[in-house]
């Protein structure tokens, strides 16, 4: 990971405290430099699709 760079950006660039720029999740971060991918969350159809591929069990469906 490159530390410089990233403190870089946080610090200068964006302008961030230090404090807020070490609360934030790497997530955030890229999120605020335009580096997350942009990939569109879950929709509901894929969603039902999962549940039918991977049902949850009863209870007496599995050892518990």
């Not at 335009?34 to 591929?53: E, K, Q, Y």
Request: hydrophobic share 45%; aromatic share 10%; charged share 25%.
């Amino acid at each position: 990971m490159d530390w410089r760079g990233l403190m870089e950006a946080g610090l200068h660039r964006l302008q961030l405290t230090p404090d807020v720029f070490w609360s934030l999740t790497p997530c955030e971060l890229q999120l605020m430099l335009g580096l997350a991918d942009g990939s569109a969350p879950m929709l509901r159809a894929r969603f039902d699709d999962l549940i039918a591929a991977f049902p949850d069990l009863e209870k007496d469906e599995f050892d518990g």
